[in-house]
């Protein structure tokens, strides 16, 4: 370990919370395309994009341009005047989803935040108790009091109750669970689901499962919420992880990769929903501000090109196949799954060391749920950098194979 190294980290522990615990022993200070340069120059090739962020990697020359524009005009004003870059962003998401409205925030948790809000208040427009939200186990929605009692994991509670009444989780990818508590409960106003959970463990959604809510929620005047805030923004092959399943949502939210590195949330709602948060009834400083909407509106427009989500998919395939080639040699895998560059790495083993190893050998990847392997590399990474990391990868396992 360097010295610059050993100063950083001695400087992290005195002047800053240590709430994420003992962080990966690099601290970066330069990107280019899809690698990553830490505090000694070493080169890294990254396979995580600062979780599914970074989504067009670190020098993309669009979304540079937008932000040096920005940053030499202006970077906020208030959301008492008009911004011109907001509605360009929010016309550009309509554009790639469905005709609907956008609130911009800062971060994905309050994406969510908004979503509950908006969902329960029209909800308590039709009923006196009709507030319920149903979320599902092992799902994640944030960390803020509305959106942590939104998630349904128990680790993510500890020590904060109580919390937020008037949340109902359920077993994911079971319809019959859903279809029983909507028949038992009349006070239920909205669903919100991941169609990938990705704190979860890259669990994906059953397509007949995600059909049979949306059915039952029409039925029922229940709103359906989709969390799109690390599947979207082309993540999964696809615009929206949505448009996998052929439905329509009420609501999504997004944020993660939508300003490519620049905090920024959003939730999208169908026009008349749209109009449940009335003057006064929700707000925020900072939320899509100049800088982060001149950020997102270049995010979108890359990924709208036809070529990109092709070339995206055309890389999704070569790291499936080189994945399901390792998994026969090596035994610790158990299974593969994702959508696009969404993708999971199941083994019967922790995979913390497996992260650190990588890491040494300059590659970056992360561990989730334990024991599943994150793949999230930036959408447009070069293949030649693909087969590198891949090749870094394969060897990291086969270390391990070797020492049995």
Partial sequence: MSAKLKKIMQDDKKYLFQNYGDRLPVCFQSGEKSLLFDQDGKRYIDFFSGIAVSGLGYSCASLQKALHKQVDSLLHSS???????????????SELSFEGKTLFTNSGTEANEAAIKLARRHG????????????????????????????????????????????KYLPFNDLDAFAREVEGNQNITAVMIELVQGEGGIVLADKKFVSGVFSLCRKNNIITIIDEIQTGIGRTGKHFCYQHYGIEPDIITLAKGLAGGVP??????????????????????????HLACAAAAAVLKEIKKPAFLKGLMKTSAFIFSELESMKKKIPFISEIRGLGLHIGIELNRPGTEIVSKALSQGLII???????????????????????????FEHVLMEEVRKG
């Fill in 79 to 93: 959301n008492w005047f008009y911004n011109s870059q907001q509605i360009e962003a929010a016309r550009l998401i």
């Fill in 366 to 392: 992360n561990c989730t749920s334990e024991k599943v392997i994150r793949i999230m590399p930036p959408l447009n990474i070069p293949m030649a950098t693909v087969k590198e990391g891949m090749k870094l």
């Fill in 264 to 289: 920024i949330g959003a939730m999208h709602a169908r026009k008349k929903l749209a109009e449940t948060l009335t003057r006064g009834s929700h707000g925020t400083t900072f939320g899509g501000n």
């Fill in 124 to 167: 308590l427009g039709i009923a006196s108790e009709r507030y319920h939200i149903v979320s599902f186990n092992n799902s994640f929605h944030g960390r803020t009091m509305g959106s942590m009692a939104a998630t349904a994991q128990e680790k993510i509670h500890g020590g904060f109750g109580p919390l937020v009444p008037g949340f």
